[in-house]
């Protein structure tokens, strides 16, 4: 079964780095587009970022271009998500995700709080 592992997260101060990790299993990975989601709250899932299969093609949120990187490891069956200049907006649980046919997969998550 598809299964998506996230880690990486926790407290940064703004204006700090980190850096994401998705381990994906269940599915062939470098046959499908993958992609990052947040959700602060009190707020809706919105895309961050997403990845073709070679990554030769990449799509960013307005809200993070130029901070963010999403990269892929295709021999590891792995999405990153480098995250720099963080402000305390980017608080939020982040998502990897895969869609795969008609179903959305999610991973369980990985919390990101930046705060002073």
């Known amino acids: 079964q598809v299964q998506l592992v996230e880690s990486g997260g926790g407290l940064v101060q703004p204006g700090g780095s980190l850096k994401l990790s998705c381990a994906a299993s269940g599915f062939a990975f470098s046959s499908y587009i993958m992609s990052w989601y947040r959700q602060a709250p009190g707020k809706e899932r919105e895309f961050v970022a997403d990845i073709s299969r070679l990554g030769s093609t990449i799509n960013y949120t307005d809200s993070v271009k130029g901070r963010f990187t999403i990269s892929r490891d295709n021999a590891k069956n792995t999405v990153y998500l480098q995250m720099n200049s963080l402000k305390p907006e980017d608080t939020a649980v982040y998502y990897c995700?895969?869609?795969?046919?008609?179903?959305?997969?999610w991973g369980q998550g990985t919390q990101v709080t930046v705060s002073s």
């Open positions: 995700n895969v869609r795969r046919f008609a179903t959305m997969y």
